[in-house]
């Protein structure tokens, strides 16, 4: 990943199961309109949707076979995405 300038890779992924995340894609779409600036240019919007972000095509990344730079993670756009789902209640729930 190093060697590529890559910064987040997966293995697998999977159909999610609809009803254990009924308000988490809404939530995404608040959270891109009410942030555009965190929203990457070539983002992997076009993987998870088939209808530019309108609906979620269900594509679950297996966070047990993720790897990523450190810094991604405690980057300020990803710090902004947390806290608003986290906000936005349910998320330990979904």
């Known amino acids: 990943m190093e060697d590529q300038n890559k910064t987040y890779g997966w293995t ?13 894609w809404n939530h995404v779409r608040d959270f891109m309109n009410l ?4 929203v ?10 088939h ?3 309108a609906s979620y095509n269900l594509c679950h990344f297996w ?3 993720e790897i990523a730079d450190m810094d991604f993670w405690r980057g300020e756009a990803y710090t902004a995405f947390f806290e608003y789902l986290d906000s936005q209640g349910g998320f ?3």
Not at 12 to 24: D, G, R
Not at 35 to 38: C, L, S
């Open 12 to 24: 697998i992924t999977m159909y999610e199961f609809e009803k254990t995340i009924p308000t988490l």
């Open 35 to 38: 942030h555009p600036a965190y």
């Open 40 to 49: 990457a240019e070539d983002n992997a919007l076009g993987f998870m949707s």
């Open 51 to 53: 209808d530019q972000g």
């Open 63 to 65: 966070s047990n076979f």
């Open 92 to 94: 330990y729930y979904e």
